[in-house]
């Protein structure tokens, strides 16, 4: 097995890749939205395309890479995001932004769901969560620097510079995949991609209770960061009135509370035990989702009230995604591309189409997405509930 450390320093730097071309530009969307001449809906349009063609990659980035290995799909998928991340620097039409959005997310998608899978493929279900908590504490700095990064270079450069920096940063997660990333998948299927086999393992996978439970709740709960995502842009600038250079930083405070959930996954799991820890968790995210829901039906709408209760809720998310995605997938080791694919699809299509949604809605206020913020992690809890149930049982149930 690789040295820890150093992996956790390379999957952290492949799997962060394809997330950047969502944060990298937020504090641009004005910005483009005027110099394309689209509306509000258009221009967060470009996030949407991207999370759509995304999930259906990751979908089928799962399969390949439990068909060929884990190597080559994550080398060619990082390639293929580098080439057009540096076409989009050229286009001239909103239409254009999207084909190649669509295109960028195809190559983008790779390092995501592949890296989960490798971490399967290397580590039990106990070392697998400990293992994405320290992947998710380095990751956790992406969402917080690039839309900081991304607001000075669209002050100092405009917004087209984003995409040279996402090429660059692309590159060198080709360089360290190349160099680094052996192939774990030491039992590849060659009938992982037979249309019988596909549909046999998903199916299985649905009809899993847990494996939908902990996904269901997953892709719910993380619908709400997608809800803040799309709309945060117009709120700040537009609502609040922050500068494009300074409306990043709303986004960094709570990033922060994500990589402090993260850094207490190791402390707290062997004490509390995963079962219990993450049931807290989901309590802590429905307190704070629906804090932020309350505080403008009250009329109070203020930064502090937005991104008080966001911090609150991402650390809360900070013990959510390892906690759950390692109980959604220890009982699949032979199909855990399929596995990490499926979860992936859910909370990257569920995600887009939620803040497609906050963008139709958007009618100048913060309450399209607050109240979309709320219901959301209400669904959530409400999910987990009726499939896995409250009452934490036995680990040795989700033995491999």
Known sequence: MPRTGYLLVVLSTVMVVGWMATDMYLASLPTIARELRVGVAGAQATIGVYMISFALAQLVYGPVSDRFGRRRPLIVG?????????????????????????????????????????????????????????IGTIIAAAPAIAPVLGGLMLTAFGWRANFVFLAAFGLLGLILAVISVKETNVRPDPHALDVGALLRNYGRLLRDRTYVGYGGTMMLAFSTFFAFLFASPFVFIEVLHFAPDEFPFMISIQVGGFLSGTLLVDRLLPKVGLERLFRGSLVLALAAGLAAAIFPVLGIVTAATIVGPMTVFAFAMGFVFPLGTAAAMAPFPTIAGSASALLAFSQSSFGALVGVLVGILHDGSVLPMTTTMGAAITLAVTVFVTLVGWRPRNAAAFAD
């Open 78 to 134: 990082t390639a293929v995001f580098i080439v057009v991340s540096l076409a989009i620097t050229a286009i001239e039409t909103i239409a254009d932004l999207l084909v190649l959005r669509f295109l960028q997310a195809l190559g983008g998608a790779a390092g995501g769901v592949i890296c989960l899978a490798i971490v399967r493929d290397l580590y039990d279900r106990e070392a697998a969560a400990s293992m994405l908590a320290r």
